[in-house]
């Protein structure tokens, strides 16, 4: 396995999970490394010392450790699916800045205790930020009949939103369309081909070829 790129994940990592998406719809062979953000492993912090997820290592050595770039990578090689063809990058930019932000103070409201967060003002800040999408969804994706590139790079923090208070999500948030997008993901085959649970990747143990096998249908 030692030829493959190796690919550091945290299965829960939002930015982790677009990686992994498009590296399993790609169908890239990679050794995948399951990380505790709490306890990084040396050798991905030699190679990235900034720290974040997804950390990818090409067996040139080449280091890639932002997630579009990953995802990027993993579709210029195949892209079976046509997703770099539904790329909205002005849109993942906003949710990457804006929606993050907000998200990050509704979810985690006393990290900031310098802000005085209020955790109301900041749902309704993401709700608005998901607003526009509902025009978008007529056909179930952002792109049309089927996930692509912007949904999965949008989603895996949409779904993080609804995590924070699932009910008010599934019951309260007037955009009907973008709540039956999110569950949409949430029973997608791939969403769930990646989020499949692997050992922790120990000192040059534990290392899982990724993707797994599709399920057969
Ligand atoms: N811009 C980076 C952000 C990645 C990121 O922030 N990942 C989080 C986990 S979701 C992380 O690794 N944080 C470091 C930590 O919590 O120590 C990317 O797109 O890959």
């Known amino acids: 396995m030692t ?12 930015y982790a999970m677009r990686a992994r998406l498009a590296v399993a ?10 990380i505790l953000l709490r306890d990084k492993p040396q050798a991905m912090l030699a190679l990235s010392p900034k720290g974040t997820v997804p950390v990818l290592r090409l067996p040139s050595g080449e280091v890639i450790d932002e997630s579009r770039a990953v ?15 539904n790329k909205d990058e002005a849109l ?16 985690y409201a006393t990290r900031y205790p310098e802000e005085a967060v209020d955790v109301g003002e900041q749902r309704d800040h ?29 989603l895996p923090f949409v779904r993080q939103f609804r995590i924070a208070d699932k009910l008010w999500f599934d019951e309260h948030l007037d955009l009907p369309k973008v709540r039956a997008w999110v569950l949409r993901f949430l029973d997608w085959p791939s969403f769930l081909r990646v989020m499949q649970k692997y ?15 599709q399920e057969s249908p």
């Open 3 to 14: 030829q493959l790129p190796q690919l550091y994940s945290f299965r829960r990592c939002p």
């Open 25 to 34: 719809v790609a169908e890239v062979p990679v050794v995948l490394r399951e």
């Open 71 to 85: 995802m990027d990578w993993a579709l210029a090689q195949n892209d079976p699916l046509h997703w770099l063809a």
């Open 92 to 107: 993942i930019d906003l949710f990457d800045t804006d929606f993050k932000h907000h998200l990050d103070r509704y979810k």
């Open 126 to 154: 993401c709700a608005q930020l998901l607003q526009p999408l509902e025009a978008r969804l007529t056909h179930g994706w952002l792109g049309g009949a089927a996930p692509a590139y912007t949904d999965v790079a949008l």
């Open 199 to 213: 050992p922790l990747y120990l000192d040059g143990e534990q290392e899982h070829a990724f993707p797994p096998a």
